[in-house]
């Protein structure tokens, strides 16, 4: 059995969501190696080559998958899925974005956003926002995978020497072209992998009043989401969202602040260990997954719970 | 310019769907159901950009039973102007369905083809980018906004750390999210109209594609039920509970 876990990175480094991938990919069996696919990606393989149980790492070092289009790493991720019996990835926007593509191509179904290895074919995974778990059995000789990050611990990042092969496959299908990045810069932990969260909703009223969810995120050393209401609303930017189709968090403390809880919303963190609600509505439904619910006004509770941590 | 968009029939949104106790599968009797939200802000977008002159026709194609009909008379009557439906029995999978789109791309050579990221069933999110494949066409997934250049489209795309702009070489296909429009109710004449827009059935042999399972769902359960929480009654309470119960903070 041999698996290819493909990187989620930003060439500099590897992010921690492939991690969580190559934690699924050992529960797989058989050796594990990484792609890294990207341009002036040295570093990034580097790291990758560090990450325990991790067999080898192709490092595709090309202009053409600098930005990583979907439509360029698939031919190349879809080109050495023939010497592998499983392709993974995280199901970060980048896995989901390549990897249907790399599966059309390999003439196999692809299997999103697992959530348990039950066999060497046979998985857990989310349907109907959450609501339904299916258990699922692929018929395919070759499987390709997406993880739902936060169903798998990561593997430590240090303690490996794998080594690290160069790829001098340059797949430019010539259809796509990068043009611009707006990427937010922040110091608060990545939303997806911050163990404590701090969410605001409509009940925030405006953007400027996210403000008063910083003070608390930065005492908690929490990241900041949002429900799509507040984003759909522009009180704070897509990257915020957590939910169905935005992203899926399980931290340790997840407080939603003015949230009423559509089942949407749950959908992307009812898995976080302790949830804290807070809603002047004491019939919403976000009281329903909560451990803790203050029914409260957010504008004074919110200062109050600053001052008191 | 000609633009075919994709639209499920899928279980209206506000549907908290269960398992079936014996959890052999979903219960979806007597649910209602509805145009997947992601094809319908597809279908906006295709006739937004037909309002602003830019595309000429809209095709609107759905693969499933014949009770999708009623999903392509939505599409119709918010704007599309003809349907095609495939006509496949069960639950085709998203390699099958990207198959036979790219039948009728084959068969309709659409400039633009937009259809929603994900259905809200599956959540999948895997048919535009499986289509992408299949036909060798660039993708716009989870497109936040749409700009049509000169034989090229220019993709703002919501990504994980922001958004990020691709250009894309035509015929190209665009996979929407939530923030690329707010359709429109269709209204009441346009739904009459619709009645009368010509509605075409495939069947797959039509599109010489033979509809595979590749993945099979063995059962179905409950997610785990969170224990019923407390309601506190002040902040302080709170971070009591959180220091010296929780121990979270």
């Known amino acids: 059995m ?273 949830i804290v609600a807070i809603n002047k509505d004491e019939d919403a439904p976000i009281f329903q997954v909560a451990d803790y619910g203050l029914v409260a006004d957010l504008f004074e509770a919110l200062p109050e719970l600053e001052a008191a941590i | 310019m000609k633009a075919l968009v994709a639209v499920k029939r899928v279980v209206d949104y506000n549907v908290k769907v269960r398992a079936k106790a014996d959890g052999t599968d979903v219960d979806l009797n007597n649910v209602k159901m509805a145009i997947n939200p992601f094809c319908e802000i597809a279908v906006e977008e295709a006739v937004r950009l037909k309002e602003a002159g830019t595309v000429t026709e809209i095709v609107a194609v759905s693969v499933g039973e014949s009770s999708c009909q009623e999903q392509i008379r939505t599409a119709l009557a918010l704007g599309a102007d003809r349907g095609v439906h495939v006509e496949v029995e069960g639950r085709p999978e998203p390699l099958a369905i990207a198959k036979l789109l790219k039948g009728v791309v084959d068969q309709e050579s659409p400039d633009l083809v937009i259809m929603g990221k994900q259905s809200i069933d599956g959540d999948n999110n895997q048919t535009g980018q499986m289509l992408g494949a299949l036909t060798g066409m660039g993708q716009g997934t989870f497109a936040s906004e749409v700009k049509i ?50 509605l075409e059935t495939l069947t797959p042999e039509q599109l010489s594609v033979a509809v595979q399972s590749h993945v099979t769902q063995v059962g179905v359960a409950p997610p785990p039920e969170r224990a019923a929480g407390i309601k506190v009654e002040d902040v302080s309470q709170l971070v009591d509970k959180l220091k010296n119960e929780a121990k979270v903070i």
Request: charged letters at 20%; aromatic letters at 4%; proline letters at 4%.
């Open chain 1, 2 to 274: 041999k698996t290819l876990v493909i990187a989620e990175h930003d060439n500099a480094s590897l992010k921690a969501a492939t991690l969580n991938a190559v934690a699924a990919a050992g529960e797989l069996g058989g050796d594990v190696d990484i792609l890294v696919a990207g341009a002036g990606c040295g570093a990034a393989a580097d790291a990758a080559a560090q990450v325990p149980g991790v067999a080898k790492v192709i490092c595709a070092d090309n202009a053409a998958y600098e930005h990583q289009l979907a439509e360029n790493v698939s031919l190349l991720a879809a080109e050495l899925g023939a010497d592998y019996d499983n392709l993974l990835a995280p199901s970060t926007a980048n896995g989901k974005n390549i990897m249907p593509r790399v599966a059309a191509l390999l003439d196999v179904g692809q299997i999103s956003d697992i959530l348990s290895v039950e066999s060497a074919d046979t998985f857990t995974r989310p349907i109907y926002a959450g609501n339904v778990i299916a258990t699922v059995q692929s018929a395919d000789p070759k499987k390709v995978i997406t993880v739902r990050t936060t169903a798998f611990d990561a593997v430590p990042a240090e303690g490996g020497s794998a080594t690290v092969e160069a790829c001098s496959a340059a797949h430019d299908a010539g259809v796509s072209q990068f043009i611009r990045e707006e990427v937010a810069v922040s110091d608060r932990p990545e939303l997806t992998s911050a163990s404590v969260v701090i969410s605001g909703g409509r009940g925030m009223q405006n953007g400027d009043n996210f403000s008063l969810l910083e003070g608390i995120a930065d005492k908690l050393n929490a990241a900041i989401g949002a429900s799509r209401a507040a984003v759909d609303a522009g009180f704070v930017p897509n990257d915020y969202q957590v939910g169905q189709t935005g992203k899926i968090v399980a931290p340790d403390l997840y407080i939603a602040v003015g949230i009423s809880g559509a089942i949407q919303h749950l959908a992307g963190m009812k898995d976080s260990k302790v």
């Open chain 2, 149 to 198: 250049g000169e034989g090229t489209v220019e993709v703002v795309r919501e990504v994980d750390g922001g958004l990020q702009t691709v250009s894309l070489t035509l015929p190209a296909i665009i996979t929407t999210d939530l923030r690329l429009n707010e359709p429109r109710y269709a209204s009441l004449p346009n739904i009459m109209k619709a009645k009368k827009k010509p």
